[in-house]
T-cell receptor, first 115, second 114 residues
């Protein structure tokens, strides 16, 4: 385990369902991220939170809704998704400020399949 | 914005041989270049990084080289072992100890043949 825990590891949902992905980090980091990983594409940054405040929304469709209640927890709420949203969703954290600012620690990901 | 290209997309090498993965970047202001390794069923993990004020960095069997003029950097793995089999991602960003966006390459699937 890297210190970043993601649940569920696998999720299958229909286009009309509502589900949530959860991420928890035990590293004392102050920044958390959602990335989308699709085959043969670069990792796509979706959202960034610093000290619980959203600092980046990388033009993500509104059917993805992030929530960061505290510096240790991050959620991604999903509703009315499309089949092309099927991917591995990775959560990451980092300690912003100082020498560790650039190092991302990733979770194992949540494999999402939209039917 | 920054664009990172990574080659090759797949690479197979005999155990014990060396492997080289190459990346180019577009933004000359980028000054931080990490490499991540992703094993099956896991998230990417940082294995080595380099800043633009140095040309080469080594850590045991892995090394990274940076050519700022040509805007390319490479990962070198020597004496490859089966556990080196994974997908490797390069990345680049402008780093001022903030949360500037990290741009990733498309990944290289490295297979070590026993």
């Amino acid at each position: 385990e890297t210190g970043v825990t993601q649940t569920p590891r696998h999720l299958v949902m229909g286009m009309t369902n509502k589900k949530s992905l959860k991420c928890e980090q035990h590293l004392g980091h102050n920044a958390m991220y959602w990335y989308k990983q699709s085959a043969k594409k670069p990792l796509e940054l979706m959202f960034v939170y610093n000290f619980k405040e959203q600092t980046e929304n990388n033009s993500v469709p509104s059917r993805f809704s992030p929530e960061c209640p505290n510096s240790s927890h991050l959620f991604l709420h999903l509703h009315t998704l499309q089949p092309e949203d099927s991917a591995l969703y990775l959560c990451a954290s980092s300690q912003e400020g100082g020498a560790g600012a650039n190092v991302l620690t990733f979770g194992a990901g949540s494999r999402l399949t939209v039917l | 914005g920054e664009n990172v290209e990574q080659h090759p997309s797949t690479l197979s090498v005999q155990e014990g041989d060396s492997a080289v993965i190459k990346c180019t970047y577009s933004d000359s202001a980028s000054n931080y270049f990490p490499w991540y390794k992703q094993e099956l069923g896991k998230g990417p993990q940082l294995i080595i990084d380099i800043r633009s004020n140095v040309g080469e960095k080594k850590d045991q069997r892995i090394a990274v080289t940076l050519n700022k003029t040509a805007k390319h950097f490479s990962l070198h793995i020597t004496e490859t072992q089966p556990e080196d089999s994974a997908v490797y991602f390069c990345a680049a960003k402008i780093s001022n100890f903030g949360n500037e966006k990290l741009t990733f390459g498309t990944g290289t699937r490295l297979t070590i043949i026993p």
